[in-house]
C-alpha cells in the first residue's frame, strides 16, 4: 500500500518568513495530493490540492510543487502569518479513493 | 455546497457499551464514504472504507466485528463501536466523495470526539 512520510514534525517561523513541508510517497500509482490544515478539535480543511498532471500550483501565499519522478511534492506558505499556526498533513491517493495522510507537521507562527 | 455532518460531536459512554455514529452528506451523494480516526497529536489514520448498498472494506488491523459500519443510502453511513473500551477513545472522522463530481476531493466531517470511561 501507499506509505506518505512527512517532514518535518514541527517547524516554528518568524512571522513573514517562509514555511516549507515536504512529503514522499511510494506508490507511483498516486495521482492526488492534496493539503490539509487541521486546528484543535476540528476537522481538515484542504488548501490546496494537486494533480500528478501538474509540476506546481499556487493560490496567493500558498503554492505546491510535484516531482512525480522522485515521488515527493511539497507545500510553500509565504508570508507567513499568526493564524497561519497549525498542523498541516499532506495525503495522497489514487484517483480519488481512500487518502493516505503524512505524519503531519505543527506549524507555529511567533508574531 | 458539499458539506458532511457528523452526529453526534462529542459523546462519553461507559466500558462495554455501544456507540454509533453517524455521518451524512447533506447536498450531494455520496457513493463512498470513509471513516478515519485520530488520536491525539497523531495523523488521520484510515479505518475503512464504506460503499453504498455493499459491505466496508476494513484497513489492516482494524477489527470488522468491534467497528460496524453501515452505508444504507447515498447520503448516510453509521459507524457503531461495540463493546468500547477506554482504548477505543478517539476523534472520529468521516469523509465522502460527491458521486457525481469530476473532482478528487474528499469532503470531511467536523469530527465525533469517543471519550471511553
Known amino acids: 500500500g501507499e506509505n506518505v512520510e512527512q517532514h518535518p514534525s514541527t517547524l516554528s517561523v518568524q512571522e513573514g518568513d517562509s514555511a516549507v513541508i515536504k512529503c514522499t510517497y511510494s506508490d507511483s500509482a498516486s495521482n492526488y495530493f492534496p493539503w490539509y490544515k487541521q486546528e484543535l478539535g476540528k476537522r481538515p480543511q484542504l488548501i490546496i490540492d494537486i494533480r500528478s498532471n501538474v509540476g506546481e500550483k499556487k493560490d496567493q501565499r500558498i503554492a505546491v510543487t510535484l516531482n512525480k519522478t522522485a515521488k515527493h511534492f511539497s507545500l510553500h506558505i509565504t508570508e507567513t502569518q499568526p493564524e497561519d499556526s497549525a498542523v498541516y498533513f499532506c495525503?495522497?491517493?489514487?484517483?480519488?479513493?481512500?487518502?493516505?495522510f503524512g505524519g503531519g507537521t505543527r506549524l507555529m507562527v511567533k508574531p | 455546497g458539499a458539506v458532511v455532518s457528523q452526529h453526534p460531536s462529542w459523546v462519553i459512554c461507559k466500558s462495554g457499551t455501544s456507540v454509533k455514529i453517524e455521518c451524512r452528506s447533506l447536498?450531494?451523494?455520496?457513493?463512498?464514504m470513509f471513516w478515519y480516526r485520530q488520536f491525539p497529536k497523531q495523523s488521520l489514520m484510515l479505518m475503512a472504507t464504506s460503499n453504498e448498498g455493499s459491505k466496508a472494506t476494513y484497513e489492516q488491523g482494524v477489527e470488522k466485528d468491534k467497528f460496524l459500519i453501515n452505508h444504507a443510502s447515498l447520503t448516510l453511513s453509521t459507524l457503531t463501536v461495540t463493546s468500547a473500551h477506554p482504548e477505543d477513545s478517539s476523534f472520529y472522522i468521516c469523509s465522502a466523495r460527491d458521486r457525481a463530481g469530476s473532482s478528487y476531493e474528499q469532503y470531511f466531517g467536523p469530527g465525533t470526539r469517543l471519550t471511553v470511561t
Open positions: 495525503a495522497a491517493s489514487n484517483a480519488g479513493n481512500m487518502l493516505t
Open positions: 447536498d450531494f451523494q455520496a457513493t463512498t
